[in-house]
């Protein structure tokens, strides 16, 4: 891989040329980048030290290894036809993160066999911390999913996953993020009705989720052998953990990813 486009500039797309440049994956010469506001596109490209901006998507498929669909799911339609021909011809690769889209209907969009990974990344990539899943069609080869891999694993954690999963993986890693800050925002509030500061309190609160995930993450300890570490018997945990459980916590959290399931695959078959 020497060249990966980029159709689209918003937020994921600025984190994912950020990490890749600042990671050496790609020398910010050799990104490319098109947007419907050039303005945009231009402030990327002077960010990462000289990237460069097109004119049409079609120029970065005829001149990218990879090219990066980086636009709403109700805009790829009409941009991924006029790249699948290209794309084919020059044995190159699309890469799609528009949510709900299958390989199968990015396959039909492009009309031709071209390759096309699907990624689902989250908006944690703004902060180096993506947790992303990756799979590809039939015609893509070991080196195009390598360098999918690569790409993703500069703003985060990667893993290949069965498309079959993804909608699973949208609810849990895509979709999650928004629920863990509506979580924070409610411990926070909790205790500013006990008195303490919302800033200061918001603060506590994130940092505890954020350093209870990279222990889960780094100890390859069961949540519940974790929350049983942090649970002494007749103690204030154990208080607030069966409270949570009278509340319909747990049933809640399983409900919530449910309901994302369910959104993920109706707007797949539309």
């Avoid at 396959?107 to 947790?131: C, F, H, K, Q």
């Avoid at 940092?207 to 390859?220: D, Y």
Wanted: negative net charge; glycine residues 10%; charged residues 20%.
């Amino acid at each position: 891989m020497t060249t990966v486009g980029f159709i689209g500039t918003g937020n994921m797309a600025s984190a994912i040329v950020k990490g890749i440049v600042a990671d050496g994956i790609v020398a910010a010469a050799d990104v490319l980048l098109v947007d419907r506001s050039r303005d945009k596109a231009v402030a990327l490209a002077e960010s990462v030290g000289g990237a460069q901006v097109l004119d049409s998507a079609a120029e970065i498929a005829q001149r990218a290894d990879l090219t990066v669909i980086a636009v709403k799911p109700n805009v790829v339609a009409s941009v991924l036809p006029e790249l699948g021909t290209i794309v084919a011809e020059r044995g190159s690769a699309i890469v799609s993160i528009a949510a709900g889209l299958t390989l199968a209907r990015l396959t039909e969009l492009a009309g031709a066999d071209a390759a096309i990974v699907r990624v689902m990344p989250n908006v944690n990539a703004t902060v180096g911390a993506s947790m992303s899943a990756l799979t590809g069609n039939e015609f893509v080869t070991e080196a195009q999913r390598s360098a999918a891999l690569d790409v993703f694993g500069a703003v985060g954690r990667v893993i290949e996953l069965d498309e079959k999963q993804f909608s699973a993986f949208t609810a849990i890693a895509g979709s999650s993020p928004a629920f863990t800050f509506v979580y924070i925002d409610a411990l926070a509030r909790a205790a500013v009705a006990a008195g303490m500061p919302k800033a200061v309190a918001t603060e506590a609160a994130a940092q505890a989720v954020l350093g209870s995930a990279k222990l889960l993450l780094e100890s390859g300890t069961h949540p519940w052998e974790l929350a049983d570490i942090v649970s002494s018997p007749g103690g204030t945990t154990v208080a607030g953990l069966l409270k949570l459980e009278d509340e319909g916590f747990f049933a809640a959290v399983v409900a919530g990813v449910k309901a994302t399931i369910d959104r993920d695959q109706e707007l797949g078959k539309a």
